[in-house]
């Protein structure tokens, strides 16, 4: 059993922001279906996650396209993938009371195309566990500018306790961006960027929680 929220808010948010902007002007411009499974060790600490990220039918046809344009290797994209991303300590935030996680490269990385979309999947070890019965751990994951929504997947299970122990449950909470943020993402252009800071303020809250 989880605390599971089902989020509605996406198609709330795409009607406000046909009222701000054009169609495709409006950010994000492209989305991103995410899949989580939190790996505990033997200890029942939390000591690493694995990512699955879903593209976007559209996005993935531009990044299909551009593969057969230039003749790279979906392998090729993999890895410049990850070391983007990489300087972004991969779009995540991992906290207990305050505390960011610290987690190394990422490993057992694959690419790949599942029902028309790009698939990219890895794993990263946290440097050092957290505990889950001292205090709730926290985890948000945003791209920074918000070009590209990040929002965990519909269809179950999108969060996964890999091996927790049984009074482990997570609660996924929806953003709550007020009207005024999501009008001035609205209006920014597809060659316009909100700031680093803007991503965060539309992600979603886990909040894993041991009894």
């Known amino acids: 059993m989880s605390w599971s929220f089902t989020r509605h808010w996406r198609m709330a948010v795409l009607t406000i922001a046909m009222c701000f902007a054009p169609g495709t002007q409006a950010h994000p411009h492209h989305w991103i279906d ?13 000591s690493g996650v694995k990512l699955r990220w879903l593209f976007d039918d559209y996005y993935s046809v531009l990044l299909l396209d551009d593969t057969t344009a230039t003749g790279k290797d979906l392998q090729v994209v993999l890895e410049k993938t990850l ?5 972004h300590r ?14 190394g490269d990422a490993k057992h990385a694959r690419i790949g195309v599942w029902d028309h979309r790009i698939e990219i999947e ?6 050092a566990p957290f505990d889950p019965r001292q205090s709730d751990i926290v985890f948000r994951i945003a791209e920074p500018t918000y070009y590209f929504e990040m929002l965990h ?6 969060i996964v306790l890999r091996d927790a122990p049984p009074a ?13 943020l999501v009008a001035y993402a609205a209006s920014l252009g597809i060659n316009e960027s909100g700031g680093d800071g803007l991503g965060i ?9 041991c009894e």
């Open 122 to 127: 890895f794993s990263l070890a946290l440097k």
């Open 153 to 158: 997947a519909e269809e179950s299970p999108a």
């Open 34 to 46: 995410v899949f989580t499974e939190w790996q505990f060790n033997p200890k029942g600490l939390i």
């Open 201 to 209: 303020q539309f992600a979603e809250t886990v909040t894993i929680r």
């Open 83 to 87: 070391r983007n991303i990489g300087r």
């Open 168 to 180: 482990c449950r997570y609660r996924l909470e929806p953003p709550k961006p007020d009207a005024a």
């Open 90 to 103: 991969y779009f995540l935030q991992i906290e207990q009371q305050g505390v960011k996680a610290e987690f």
